[in-house]
């Protein structure tokens, strides 16, 4: 009996809808991952933009500038389609791509389906499957929304116009007319989205803390949940556009604090289309070889979609952008925007007289920086203190330098966003005193004489910046014992082998005592057990540290125990942790002292 006939492959993967701007565009797009013998070819790149450019046309579209993104590992086709047909724009562009894809000889051949019909047939499709996916009523309230420059959030099931306490939600399937809608009770709430590689978190918070100390009610969704007023309403990671959506359509919430990680960015593009300040803690090397990003400056182009949203119609104020003065590979990458956002330009830093910060100073604008031990604001040329920055509690005595760099960023969103400076100052001065402020976030707690350490550091640059302040925690000398440096050390799986050696490198550098390495086995996202811990290991020996100082601790709740029941009075443990329950138990464990 012979085997039924393979299965024919589809010559692209990851269709997607891009909702908002993002690393291309302005807008919404679309784009897919060509896949074959033709994905790397010049000719059938150029058929693909073709087809593009002549199906938008046919169908009275504006110009899609189409996009051809050659990175690592492979190649995205991207090109900017209207809102209200993102569905149809999909199927557009993988009908295109097949259609540039069959003239390839060795398509057919490797099995990839490439029946396509006919240019009038698919047209007639298209037209027919445009005018199904149009909501005429969810056009009706956008065009009434814009007349009164008021925010509204399309998603698959519901429309909701105006914002927080000033919001109502409808139905996606039963929209009122626009007469039916209370206009007059409607309107924007202040809003900062937080983006970046480290610190967006621990930023959000802080945030958030100061507008409530103003009088607002906050909401605010992170990595961590999302958070109304002092209620969590949902935990796990929700900086992408579900978050938003969540935070600006809770009737309670009069100011927004909206997480913006990569991975929504890129795999869905920006939620909101407008907000009054945008920040960018950093960018580093994390997420490389993922979703076509390649470099630092590619995580920085990409973080920085968040510029667009502060553009405004002729007359109106502009959102401001605030940036880490000291990153330079992100400044170069804000000048590529900064004719689609033409923002306010605020910047922060650890040091008054980095250079980049005196120039916009010279120039009338807004810094904030440690200047003699004090956080100073620059304000429109008007200086104003903050506070000492070693007592500022979440820079543990000035040892948490990166923690200055978050402060400094809140604090300048916060004037930007109009926040009272009195109000700001009390939150930097005792923000961080209880370990339920920034849960997860550099919590410093007793364990039987040792000093244990709890945080999030989940690439190199934020390990390299926890184990510095681990070591300068060390109660003596090493060369005089018997203080000690521990580490707990894992990574998710989706890193490729280079940023698993990156981060063992670190590891290495910062010469522990001990390494007790975990198994991340909810994030193993594709790799075998046992295959990061390995990669892991051999990172270290190959850092020159010793194997006597490593060993295998099994799943993140075991080697987390092993670590604790390895520390000694005087010890610093390190214990970056990744999952939630996990990190729950081990805080209320390292409470109790039991």
């Known amino acids: 009996m012979s085997p039924p006939p393979a299965e024919p492959r589809h010559a692209f993967d990851g269709s997607r809808r891009l909702i908002g701007a993002n690393r291309w565009y302005a807008g919404p797009a679309v784009t897919l991952v060509p896949l074959g013998p033709a994905a790397a070819d010049g000719a059938a790149q150029g058929r693909w933009i073709a087809q593009v450019v002549a199906t938008c046309a046919a169908l009275g579209w504006p110009k899609p500038e189409p996009r051809v993104h050659a990175h690592a590992q492979g190649v995205f086709l991207a090109f900017a389609a209207p809102a209200e047909a993102l569905m149809t724009a999909t199927e557009v562009n993988e009908w295109a791509w097949e259609r540039a894809a069959a003239a390839h000889p060795q398509h057919a051949a490797e099995g990839f389906d490439l029946a396509q019909p006919a240019i009038d047939d698919a047209l007639e499709h298209f037209r027919s499957r445009a005018e199904a996916e149009r909501s005429w009523p969810l056009q009706r309230l956008q065009a009434a929304a814009a007349a009164r420059r008021l925010p509204l959030l399309a998603d698959d099931d519901s429309v909701s116009i105006g914002e927080g306490r000033r919001s109502r939600v409808y139905p996606r399937a039963a929209l009122p007319m626009p007469m039916d ?46 958070v109304i007023g002092t209620t969590r309403i949902d935990t796990g990671d929700w900086s992408g556009p579900a978050g938003a959506r969540a935070v600006l359509r809770d009737p309670a919430v009069t100011a927004a604090v909206l997480e913006t990680a990569r991975g929504g960015l890129l795999r869905r593009g920006l939620a909101v289309s407008q907000a009054d300040v945008a920040v960018v803690t950093n960018v580093s090397a994390d997420h490389l070889g993922e979703h076509g990003i390649d470099t630092v400056e590619d995580i920085a182009f990409v973080k920085l979609a968040v510029a667009h949203a502060l553009a405004r119609p002729e007359g109106q ?93 809140a604090a300048l969103a916060a004037a930007a966003l109009g926040l009272p400076l009195d109000e700001v100052r009390q939150v930097l001065a005792r923000f961080g005193e209880e370990p339920s402020d920034n849960p997860g976030r550099l919590e410093r707690h007793g364990w039987r004489g040792a000093t244990v350490l709890v945080d999030y550091a989940h690439n190199p640059d934020g390990l390299a910046q926890l184990l510095g302040v681990a070591r300068s925690l060390l109660p003596v000398a090493r060369s005089g014992g018997p203080g000690r440096l521990l580490l707990l050390l894992g990574q998710a799986g989706n890193r490729d082998d280079e940023a698993i050696a990156a981060l063992a490198q670190v590891a290495a550098a910062a010469q522990p005592d001990l390494v007790v390495l975990k198994e991340l086995t909810a994030m193993l996202r594709g790799r075998d057990v046992g295959e990061v811990p390995a990669l892991l290991h051999a990172g270290l020996l190959m850092a020159a540290l010793p194997a006597s100082k490593v060993v295998d601790g099994g799943d993140e709740s075991d080697a987390a125990e092993q670590l604790l029941q390895a520390a000694r009075p005087g010890d610093v443990a390190v214990l970056p942790l990744h999952t939630t329950a996990v990190r729950d138990a081990v805080v209320a464990r390292l409470r109790s002292g039991a």
């Open 181 to 226: 809608v209370p206009w007059a009770a409607l309107g924007p709430v202040p809003k900062v989205l937080v983006t970046g590689s480290n610190g967006k978190t621990t930023t959000t918070r802080l945030l958030a803390a100061m507008a409530r100390a103003a009088g607002f009610v906050p909401g605010s969704c992170s990595t961590e949940g999302v």
């Open 317 to 409: 104020r502009r959102g401001t952008l605030v940036l880490n003065g000291q990153c330079d590979p992100l400044l170069r990458a804000a000048v590529q925007v900064w004719h689609l956002a033409q923002p306010t330009w605020a910047l922060f830093a650890r040091e008054h007289d980095t250079p980049l910060l005196a120039v916009l100073r010279h120039h009338g604008g807004s810094t904030c920086a440690v200047r003699d031990g004090q956080l100073l604001l620059s304000l429109a040329g008007t200086e104003h203190g903050l506070g000492a920055v070693a007592d500022m509690p979440l820079t543990l005595g000035g040892a948490a330098g990166y923690n200055i760099e978050n402060l400094a960023a």
